[in-house]
């Protein structure tokens, strides 16, 4: 049974920092994991990914400078670290893994966690 549960969301003021972390269970052969973000409205946006063996990161243009992801495969655990946030950076941020090395690149995720809120005034 595979489980991202993701934390660390909330408001923060302009320009503050705040880490989200994503625990991930059931899932040892993921090759790839990111964070995505949905403000309201239909369009959920890749934010982050880093390939689990590798450490290769990759990040929107929108954060590139700003945010770094990270990951700790003894804890099972990924992270987000945001800098200099902006009320743009609103939004649901959602973790997500997957398995598939072209899928990775597709960011083409098929397990995703439920979310944190994060709210950026």
């Known amino acids: 049974h595979v489980q991202l549960v993701e934390s660390g969301g909330g408001p923060v003021q302009a320009g503050g920092r705040q880490r989200l972390s994503c625990a991930v269970s059931g899932y040892d052969n993921r090759h790839c994991m990111g964070w995505f973000r949905q403000a309201p409205g239909p369009e959920r946006e890749g934010v982050a990914r880093i390939y689990t063996g590798s450490l290769g990161a990759a990040y929107a243009a929108s954060v590139k400078g700003r945010f770094t992801i990270s990951l700790d495969n003894a804890k099972n655990t990924l992270y987000l670290q945001m800098n200099n946030l902006k009320p743009e950076d609103t939004g649901m941020y959602y973790c997500?893994?997957?398995?598939?090395?072209?899928?990775?690149?597709?960011?083409?995720?098929?397990?995703w966690g439920q979310g944190t809120q994060v709210t950026v005034s």
């Open positions: 997500a893994a997957e398995s598939s090395p072209l899928r990775c690149t597709r960011e083409d995720f098929g397990y």
